[in-house]
């Protein structure tokens, strides 16, 4: 993450903390617009990305979205070798 991305999810946090937590809500026009990008882009996600799955995988995905890569690339060479022990196809590719 770039100092910038790091400076603008700071000040989405607290702009939050303070609406929530304080009442305050004097937002500046710098603030509006940063709002109004961010939470275009997390609708869009939640609606086309995350709409195809049920709430399970949504969590499952939230909990993955935590780990770095190196974790994720272990758990899923786990998984695959399990699949491959079971003798089933590891896609849908693999049914044709």
Do not use: C, W
């Given at each position: 993450?770039?100092?910038?991305?790091?400076?603008?999810?700071?000040?989405?946090?607290?702009?939050?903390?303070?609406?929530?937590?304080?009442?305050?809500y004097n937002?500046?026009?710098?603030?509006?617009?940063?709002?109004?990008?961010y939470l275009?882009?997390?609708?869009?996600?939640?609606m086309f990305?995350?709409?195809?799955?049920?709430?399970?995988?949504?969590?499952?995905?939230?909990?993955?979205?935590?780990?770095?890569?190196?974790?994720?690339?272990?758990?899923?060479?786990?998984?695959?070798?399990?699949?491959?022990?079971?003798?089933?196809?590891?896609?849908?590719?693999?049914?044709?």
């Amino acid at each position: 993450m770039t100092p910038l991305d790091e400076h603008k999810t700071d000040r989405i946090y607290s702009l939050r903390n303070n609406l929530v937590h304080d009442g305050a809500y004097n937002i500046s026009q710098y603030d509006r617009n940063l709002l109004k990008i961010y939470l275009e882009n997390m609708i869009r996600f939640f609606m086309f990305e995350l709409a195809q799955h049920n709430i399970q995988e949504i969590q499952t995905i939230f909990q993955f979205l935590q780990k770095d890569n190196m974790t994720l690339n272990k758990s899923k060479d786990l998984i695959d070798f399990v699949i491959k022990l079971r003798g089933e196809p590891q896609n849908a590719q693999d049914n044709k």
